[in-house]
């Protein structure tokens, strides 16, 4: 039974641990537009390679950072005020 219990919490926290970050649970009228957001995105002189929504209201990009285009970066942006939430 411990070893049942034990597992139930290990597998509870890495899931936890692999959830991307809550930006906001709001309605989507006062997020940035998607295209206005990959502007905003690439101006910061990031090159995005896939643009999607998470589950935990946030903008999120695979792509390639500003200051060595050869280095990979995931990054979560904030969907209302653009600012950077979290990068991997």
């Given at each position: 039974?411990?070893k049942?219990?034990?597992?139930?919490?290990l597998f509870?926290?890495?899931?936890?641990?692999?959830?991307?970050p809550k930006c906001?649970?709001?309605?989507?009228?006062?997020?940035?537009?998607?295209?206005?957001?990959?502007?905003?995105?690439e101006?910061?002189?990031y090159?995005?390679?896939?643009?999607?929504k998470t589950t935990?209201?946030?903008?999120?990009i695979?792509?390639?950072d500003?200051n060595?285009n050869?280095?990979?970066?995931e990054?979560?942006?904030?969907?209302?005020?653009?600012?950077?939430v979290?990068?991997?």
């Amino acid at each position: 039974m411990k070893k049942l219990i034990i597992a139930a919490l290990l597998f509870s926290a890495s899931s936890v641990a692999l959830a991307g970050p809550k930006c906001t649970d709001g309605e989507n009228a006062n997020w940035i537009a998607e295209d206005v957001m990959k502007q905003k995105i690439e101006a910061q002189g990031y090159r995005i390679k896939k643009f999607k929504k998470t589950t935990g209201g946030c903008y999120e990009i695979y792509g390639y950072d500003s200051n060595n285009n050869d280095n990979k970066v995931e990054i979560y942006f904030h969907p209302e005020t653009a600012e950077i939430v979290k990068i991997k």
